[in-house]
Nanobody
Framework: EFQLVESGVGLLQAGGSLRLSCAAS????????IAWFRHVPGKEREGFSC????????YYKDSVQGRFTISRDNAKNTVYLQMNSLKPEDTAVYYC????????????????????????WGQGTQVTVYS
C-alpha cells in the first residue's frame, strides 16, 4: 500500500520559517510527482507546488512563489517543503500527494497541481501562523 506521511506541525509567528516533510512508502518513488496542497475550512483544497523527478522541475502557484521551496530526496523517498516569510493567510492543513500521471511540473504548469491527478494522499499536518 502506498502511504504518504507528512511531518512538521507548526505554530509560529508571521515572518517565520518551517520545513515540512513528506515521506513515501513506495519502491518506485522517483516515478511519482509529488505536490503540496493546503486546506482551510470552508474553502476548496488548494494545490500550490509540484515537483517531478523525471526532469527535476518544479511549479509554484503565485501565492507562494519566492517564499516556498519544494525539493526531493529520492534516496530517502522524501519530499520537503521549505516555507519562509510565512503569513497568517498561510494557515491551513497541509497535505502532500503523489501522482504517476504527471511527467513534468514545468511543462504542465498549473495543471500539475490539480487535485484530480493525485491518487495517494497524506493525512495532513496543521500549520498555524499568527500575526
Amino acid at each position: 500500500e502506498f502511504q504518504l506521511v507528512e511531518s512538521g506541525v507548526g505554530l509560529l509567528q508571521a515572518g517565520g520559517s518551517l520545513r515540512l516533510s513528506c515521506a513515501a512508502s513506495v519502491f518506485t518513488f522517483d516515478d511519482f510527482a509529488i505536490a503540496w496542497f493546503r486546506h482551510v475550512p470552508g474553502k476548496e483544497r488548494e494545490g500550490f507546488s509540484c515537483i517531478t523527478s523525471s526532469d527535476g522541475s518544479t511549479y509554484y502557484k503565485d501565492s507562494v512563489q519566492g517564499r516556498f521551496t519544494i525539493s526531493r530526496d529520492n534516496a530517502k523517498n522524501t519530499v520537503y517543503l521549505q516555507m519562509n516569510s510565512l503569513k497568517p493567510e498561510d494557515t491551513a492543513v497541509y497535505y502532500c500527494a503523489a501522482s504517476n500521471r504527471i511527467t513534468s511540473a514545468r511543462a504542465m504548469g498549473v495543471l500539475s497541481i490539480i487535485t484530480g491527478w493525485y491518487d495517494a494522499w497524506g493525512q495532513g499536518t496543521q500549520v498555524t501562523v499568527y500575526s
